[in-house]
């Protein structure tokens, strides 16, 4: 069997060419795309190629992208604007193969292997085609990378931006990805490139030539698997789109308008989280064997803990009991708190948290069970009248309650 063809498309500054497109006043000044300062989610969302060029880089705060560009035009965001964007997109994708994969809102890979003769069997010419057309029909631009796997497809789509096509053939790919920072690799975060930097691995095909023990032996699996990647031996396949990826954790997080600095602030901050994160999982009829908790100061330090659960569950009262305890083993007061995330995590579809057998016998299982109908019924209640008609308050040593 021959190789596959597999495009991996990227929409250009994505967010920001969309909040341009009614103002072509814009395009040629530097733009960013921003949370509200005002309620500390300021950081930079996305840029336009302009602000790009003055050294503008996402995720950093607002007034470090204004330093670096005196004049930047902040905008906010319109998430709807652009998950119907991002819709739009991946159905024109869908007129050239059945195959595509999105990855995030504004890159999807494509595997045209079976459809490419339908258009003239040039995979350079395939990807020059949809990105004229989705152009012409959205006014947005891509950048498209085309290979034989998907590291490679993702490697040539960042090679060349804006608007371009560029190709990484089986034939002399080496010559194309081993001189490459390890770094531009799909999955090689900076953790694991800082690792191996220490080891003198710093290019794509350091890692490649060095013997496949090395990077397992640093970062288990995953170093066998970038061992792999560096070495073009990447075969995983394109999922499409309408076969969900199963979930493996749910979470959710807040930036606060002031810093959290007494434990009784941190409680209450968490208690709204764990609900919307038990309250997914109910929804997903999905349960969590495991809780993380993320603590972010007010220097933008992170500090993480997480834990497996003694039986899956999916109630708000266990998820916030075990995210309490993380975050005590965490906060060292006074420290201030910015902002907080609880995720549930090895999220399965089986649950069997009320089933369980242990000292307590029968008197826990029918408390459990009596949770699973007080959670069940703020659900019913909270679909007919609202998320706010009724929610957990904190009672007594963190133990949650409800109000009405």
């Known amino acids: 069997m021959g190789d596959r063809v597999i495009l991996h498309c990227d929409l250009n500054c994505f967010f920001a060419s969309v909040e341009l497109l009614d103002k072509p006043a814009l395009w040629e000044v530097p733009v960013a795309v921003c949370g509200d300062p005002k ?55 869908d007129r050239f193969t059945d195959l595509v994969e999105p990855f995030g809102i504004d890159e999807s890979w494509l595997d045209v292997t079976g459809s490419l003769h339908l258009f003239g069997g040039d995979a350079r010419a395939l990807a020059d085609r949809i990105r004229a057309t989705v152009r012409a029909e959205t006014g947005l631009t891509l950048s498209v990378g085309v290979s034989f796997n998907k590291v490679f497809a993702k490697l040539g789509s960042d090679l060349k931006k804006p608007d371009a096509t560029t190709v990484i053939p089986r034939s002399g790919w080496e010559s194309i990805v081993w001189p490459l920072p390890l770094g531009d690799m799909l999955f090689a975060g900076r953790a694991a490139t800082e690792t191996l930097r220490k080891y003198g ?104 803990r997480q834990t497996r659960l003694t039986a899956p569950t999916h109630l708000m ?48 299982r029918r408390q459990d069970r009596r949770q699973e109908q007080l959670e069940g019924a703020m659900d019913a209640i909270r679909r007919k009248y609202g998320r706010s008609a009724i929610a957990f308050g904190d009672g007594e040593e963190g133990e949650p309650h409800t109000e009405e």
């Open 39 to 93: 309620s500390r989610h300021g950081i930079i969302l996305a840029k336009n190629e302009p602000a790009k060029r003055r050294g503008v880089k996402t995720a950093e705060t607002i007034w470090q992208a204004q330093k670096k560009c005196p004049g930047l035009v902040l905008l906010p965001p319109h998430h709807e604007l652009y998950r119907e964007y991002s819709r739009r997109v991946n159905e024109i994708y």
């Open 201 to 304: 691995v710093e290019t794509i095909g350091q890692l490649a030539a060095c013997d496949r023990a090395l990077p397992e032996q640093l970062l288990g699996k995953m170093g066998r698997q970038l061992w792999e990647y560096a070495n073009g031996l990447d075969a995983v396949p394109v999922r499409p789109r309408y076969l969900a990826e199963p979930v493996k954790s749910v979470g959710n997080g807040t930036t606060f308008p002031q810093n959290l600095v007494k434990w009784e602030q941190i409680r209450a901050g968490l208690l709204p989280l764990c609900d919307s994160v038990a309250t997914r999982l109910r929804r997903q009829g999905l349960y969590a064997g495991g809780v993380s908790v993320a603590v972010k100061d007010a220097e933008f330090r992170t500090a993480s």
């Open 317 to 364: 009262r266990d998820i916030y009991r075990t995210a309490l305890e993380l975050t005590g083993q965490i906060w060292k007061p006074p420290t201030p708190v910015r902002a907080l995330t609880v995720t549930a995590l090895y999220v399965t579809e089986e649950g069997d948290s009320f089933e369980q057998m242990d000292l307590l016998g029968g008197a826990k």
